[in-house]
């Protein structure tokens, strides 16, 4: 990714890096170049997993996909995750694509203009998906806009869109044209509800239709992500959508860090779950490669994470009543997207820098595999968590706490 001084449009060459983990393009990188190939094989099994007993095995993809990859300049990896055969079912396949990106103009220019570029960028990274076969694709989350949301000025809501809006038609050719699913993370406006907005995933079908949308359960207020300034929390539920390659569900950026979030996506059936998102380095990337991967093993399903990419420069400073000093910037949008499987296997990550395409296959038999192996399912007691949840949102709740009698006891 070439470093955009974004106010002013010119590229910084010196710092095209910026972002990168120490001129590395990711800690994967990182360890692979610096460590003794023995010591690295069992770094990353430790980081990584093993799937079915062995590292996860790299794919190779078509020439014109890596033409695409080294034309538009994007990262490429691919990585397969196997299942135990099994006598009575046949394999389920499933080709999925992650697509991470930084925005194409300065946050400057016309609106309209700033969202044409992200299309244009966008689009080799679907055609290289479609040129590789992905069934199933997701963008990162708001991917049509620059991640405005920090500055709290409401003249970004003008980048909402109805579901069936422009995006949504541009995505639906390509689905239809690639025979694959898409999932679109857009600013949604609700035009039969007032105009209303919400940070909305909207599934497009294998044949260009409109499958349905789920709106982001959990709306941030933390640091510059002033997110509630904008959109409400959403009333979709947690719903799985039943797609010609799997049934699947959307849990938005934010709600990765709710367990029951990924529970009730994991409760209605979901084989694979998304997590488009935006998030920054300072605030979160500890927590990236935990949170997904822990609700790929607790729930026995996939989990494909997206993150942007990019530092994106706002014209306006703006504060967030953190007592840092007026700024411009998010921060750095560390990319570095992944796919975390049932098995607590995972890939490496995307570039932390650069714009990229990672693509997995995966044998979703693994989900049930894992369930029958770990019995996560029959052991969780939902109906002890039923109860005291229950209990919890009364307003007379009283935790349970049994107190030390000696505790309170006034020495002779
Ligand atoms: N987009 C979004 O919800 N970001 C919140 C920050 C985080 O969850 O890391």
Redesign the pocket.
């Known amino acids: 990714m070439e470093k955009t001084d974004a106010i002013d449009g010119k590229v910084d060459e010196a710092s095209s890096r910026e972002g990168s983990v120490c001129g590395y393009d990711s800690l994967h990188h990182l360890l692979s170049a610096n460590l003794k190939p023995h010591l690295f094989q069992e770094v990353s099994r430790i980081l990584l997993g093993l799937n079915c007993g062995k590292a996860l095995e790299t794919i190779s993809l078509p020439e014109s996909a890596k033409a695409l990859s080294s034309g538009h300049d994007f990262d490429l990896q691919a990585y397969c995750f196997l299942a135990d055969k099994e006598l009575l079912r046949e394999p389920r396949i499933v080709r999925v694509g992650l697509i991470q990106n930084s925005i194409a103009l300065p946050t400057t220019a016309h609106f309209l203009d700033q969202k044409r570029a992200i299309f244009e960028k966008v689009k080799p990274m679907i055609d290289a998906a479609g040129a590789s076969g992905v069934n199933v694709l997701c963008l990162q989350?708001a991917w049509t806009m620059p991640?405005a949301?920090c500055t709290r000025e409401k003249r970004w809501c003008e980048f909402a869109e109805p579901v069936d809006g422009e995006s949504t038609r541009f995505i639906q050719d390509l689905a239809r044209k690639y025979n694959m699913v898409i999932i679109s993370p857009i600013l949604e406006r609700d035009v039969n509800h007032g105009d209303t907005i919400w940070n909305t995933a909207v599934i497009i079908g294998n044949n260009g239709n409109i499958i349905g949308k789920h709106r982001?359960n959990?709306?941030?207020r933390?640091?510059d992500?002033n997110?509630s300034t904008y959109y409400m929390e959403g009333n979709t539920g947690h719903p799985v959508f039943e797609t010609a390659y799997g049934k699947i569900a959307v849990n938005?950026?934010?709600?990765?860090?709710h367990p029951l979030n990924w529970l009730a996506f994991g409760l209605n059936g979901a084989e694979i779950v998304f997590n488009p998102?935006?998030?920054?380095g300072e605030?979160?990337e500890p927590?990236w490669p935990i949170e997904a991967r822990n609700a790929a093993i607790a729930n026995s399903y996939f989990v494909g994470s997206i993150n942007r990419v990019g530092t994106e420069v706002f014209p306006n400073p703006f504060t967030s009543g953190d007592g840092k000093p007026a700024h411009a910037d998010f921060g750095h949008f560390y990319g570095s997207s992944h796919v975390s499987a049932p098995d607590a296997s995972c890939t490496p990550s995307l570039s932390r820098h650069r714009d990229g395409l990672l693509i997995s296959d995966m044998d979703l038999n693994l989900c049930r595999q894992l369930k029958d192996k770990w019995g996560f399912r029959m052991t969780a007691r939902y109906d002890l968590y039923a109860d005291l949840l229950a209990r919890y949102v009364k307003p007379d709740f009283e935790p349970q706490v049994i107190s030390d009698p000696l505790l309170h006891k006034k020495s002779p």
């Open positions: 989350e991640f949301f982001k959990h709306i941030p933390v640091g992500f997110e938005i950026c934010y709600g990765r860090h998102s935006a998030t920054v605030l979160s927590m």
